[in-house]
Each structure stands twice: as C-alpha cells, then as structure tokens.
C-alpha cells in the first residue's frame, strides 16, 4: 500500500507550496486571468514536483497545452486533467480528474449569469466523470469545491467558498491515497496523454507519476 512509503503527505505539501506561489502572484498584481492563474500554477507544481525525490520515492511531471486559439473547455466544462500514475513494486494505480477554474475576489457576490454557467459547466464534466472539481483562485488561496456540490445547488450562491471544500494540499493528500480520482482518466504514455487531452477537449493536463528513485 502507498501508505507504507509515506510519500503522501510530503508530495502533497509540495504541490500545496507550488500552487501558493501562484496565488501570490495574484496578490502581488502580477495575473489577472483565469487562463494565466491555471497555466502558471500547473507550471509551478511541474517545476516542484519533477524530479522531487522523497524517501525512495522519485516523482516526475509534466504538463501538456494546447496554445492553439479558443477555448476548448467551454464544450466539455474541464479546464484542465490531472492524471496521477504510481508505479510501485507493492501498489500500481493509475486514474485522474477533471477540473474547471473559476477566478474569483474574496467578498464579492457571484454573479448569477456566472454562477449558472459554473452550474452548465459542472454539468458537462459530470456527464464525463464523477471525478470533476472546481478550483476557486482568490488571494485567500485555491479551495476546491467537487462539481456534484455545486450542481446540486438549487438556489445561487452568492459565493462559492460558502461551498464545503479543500485546501490544495489536503485534496492532493485525497488524490494520492485513492479517496479520489477516475481510473477512466489514465494513459500509458505521454502521446497517450496528448490523445486524452484531446478527447477531453481540454486545453491544460497535468501528468505526475511516483516510482522507486
């Protein structure tokens, strides 16, 4: 089991750090974007994560984009995948999930056009996986918020982070031990993956993979 190598909450924690990194940027001025905010912080967990080794433990990671123009994600609601692979001697799984991001500023209310398109967007990714989440970017951080809770909401939401949700690390944490994530949602190469990301129509993907160092 993955638990025996204790690499979950170290891996984790450096997935967390990467991705904060992105949010001061966002306080510091310096991303205005939704598209920006994804494409760095995944950016980020890449430069973190390949080549991080950790009790034997060697992660690698990559992230495929498409640069091509138009936003593909608006027909299937995903912004991006994330597709983890552990290849260990006792424990080998391999699955993913979907996520939309939304970028909003903290006290502010959610527009209802917004936040019914958020719903429309949830509903497409869930029509692919139960596996899709919702990443909410403001300068209090990234909390993420599983599709299924915002679809189910029958009244709009003046706010997302009214929503239950999780801290990056402790969703990661999740994703690691197997409480989440699709085995749909895996390829066996990385031209597999550039196929997965096409049929998915998203335009971001992240790969990390764990392995013996």
């Known amino acids: 089991m993955i638990k025996a190598h204790g690499i979950v909450r170290a891996a984790a924690n450096r997935v967390a750090q990467a991705a904060e990194r992105t949010v001061q940027a966002l306080s510091d001025d310096r991303i205005e974007q939704e598209p920006a905010f994804t494409d760095r912080m995944l950016g980020h967990i890449e430069e973190a994560m390949n080549g991080f080794v ?52 903290p006290g502010a209310q959610f527009p209802l056009r917004d936040w019914r398109n958020l719903q429309d967007q949830c509903a497409k990714m869930l029509a692919l996986s139960p596996d899709s989440y919702v990443f909410i970017y403001s300068t209090l951080g990234i909390h993420v918020i599983p599709a299924t809770s915002i679809r189910a909401a029958r009244h709009w939401a003046g706010q997302p982070h009214d929503f239950y949700s999780r801290t990056v690390q402790r969703f990661f944490e999740e994703h690691f031990e197997s409480f989440i994530g699709d085995a749909r949602i895996s390829a066996p190469s990385i ?10 129509q998203t335009r971001r993907l992240l790969y990390l993979e764990a392995s013996l160092a």
């Open 191 to 200: 031209e597999a993956l550039e196929r997965l990301r096409q049929e998915f």
């Open 54 to 105: 950790t009790k034997g433990i060697k992660w690698e990671a990559k992230t495929l984009t498409d640069r091509a123009p138009g936003a593909q994600e608006t027909r299937h609601g995903a912004d991006f995948i994330g597709v983890l692979h552990v290849s260990l001697p006792d424990y080998t799984v391999k699955k993913g999930f979907l996520a939309q991001a939304k970028l909003v500023k």
